[in-house]
């Protein structure tokens, strides 16, 4: 077969906009908000539902496979990435701005085969931008060709990264103190849409040169890291090593110039790994 994954891919998008559809309308009603990892990280049913809603589809049309998906991660299923053909799903990243209103929500659907991505799609449904790409294929946004920006000058600059949810002083002082070096460099700017699928889609169509963080996820990143390499750009480690898709770091930038620029200033914190083997409580 010449083409294996094009099936999966289009139904990847058809699923992604449904989904949307689903937390455009959960928008408009009064949600329950609670917490997981900290007080700062929140989850709506809407998270759930819509993780079902997706799982439920793309079981429907290719039977059971693989799946990591945020919200089962967090109600105890395994989160490792083995051969088989992986489904790796963010139903709704940015719960705090969709519990807020801050219009920047993404669901995001990747699928891995053999470790490697083959295909992402992130549909910003408040915008309703659909992002999407399949490895060696390029990237587009609603349908139309994107690429990142030709800026090779880090003074002439956007970057984006987020604050996350660990709110320990010294991980909160790493994280400002790294801001503020890149701030000084000086760049022209520093953004954060509070969806780590968005900010990786705004390198990829070149509005901003890069994003950095560490504590994402992969449910939150895998999507968007085949929509920044098929539109030409890079991904990397925040220590200028290969990006690891489990390990909680990544630098995606337009090119290596601007990464290993951004990563000389990127004072790092331990995370643990997405795959880390779950402690079990005594
Ligand atoms: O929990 P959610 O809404 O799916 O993830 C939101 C999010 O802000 O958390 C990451 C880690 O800080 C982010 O960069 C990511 O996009
Ligand atoms: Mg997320």
């Known amino acids: 077969m010449a083409d294996p994954w094009q099936k999966a891919y289009d139904f990847a998008v058809e699923v992604?906009?449904?989904?949307?559809?689903?937390?455009?309308?959960?928008?408009?009603?009064?949600?329950?908000?609670?917490?997981?990892?900290?007080?700062?990280?929140?989850?709506?049913?809407?998270d759930e539902r819509v993780e079902k809603i997706i799982?439920?589809?793309l079981k429907g049309e290719f039977g059971d496979g693989a799946f990591i998906g945020e919200e089962s991660v967090a109600n105890g299923q395994p989160c490792v990435l083995s051969d088989k053909p992986t489904w790796i799903i963010d139903?709704?990243?940015?719960?705090?701005?969709?519990?807020?209103?801050?219009?920047?929500?993404?669901?995001s659907i990747a699928f891995a085969v053999n470790k490697e991505l083959e295909f992402g799609v992130v549909y910003s449904?408040?915008?309703?931008?659909?992002?999407?790409?399949?490895?060696g294929?390029?990237?587009?946004?609603?349908d139309e060709p994107i690429q990142v920006s030709d800026v090779e000058e880090i003074k002439k600059s956007i970057i984006i990264s987020e604050h996350g949810t660990d709110r320990r002083k010294e991980v909160v002082t790493k994280i400002f103190s790294t801001m503020q070096k890149i701030l000084c460099i000086?760049?022209?700017g520093l953004r954060g849409s509070g969806t780590a699928a968005t900010n990786m889609c705004l390198v990829a169509t070149g509005a901003v040169e890069a994003f950095f963080e560490i504590g994402i996820h992969c449910w939150d990143i895998a999507?968007?890291?085949?929509?920044?390499?098929?539109?030409?750009?890079?991904?990397?480690?925040?220590?200028?090593?290969?990006?690891?898709?489990?390990?909680?770091?990544?630098?995606s930038a337009n090119n290596k110039k601007i990464a290993d620029r951004i990563i000389k200033e990127i004072e790092a914190f331990d995370v643990t790994r997405d795959d880390a083997p779950v402690q079990k409580k005594e």
């Open 16 to 46: 992604a906009r449904e989904a949307g559809e689903e937390i455009r309308k959960a928008g408009e009603c009064e949600m329950k908000v609670q917490t997981k990892s900290s007080t700062v990280d929140l989850v709506t049913k809407t």
């Open 137 to 142: 294929k390029g990237a587009f946004c609603n």
């Open 223 to 251: 999507a968007g890291a085949v929509i920044v390499q098929e539109a030409g750009g890079v991904l990397m480690d925040v220590d200028g090593g290969p990006f690891d898709l489990m390990s909680r770091r990544m630098v």
């Open 91 to 107: 139903p709704v990243d940015g719960t705090t701005n969709f519990v807020h209103g801050f219009p920047f929500v993404a669901v």
């Open 125 to 135: 449904c408040l915008e309703d931008k659909m992002y999407k790409a399949r490895k």
């Open 186 to 188: 000086p760049v022209h």
């Open 55 to 57: 799982i439920r589809a």
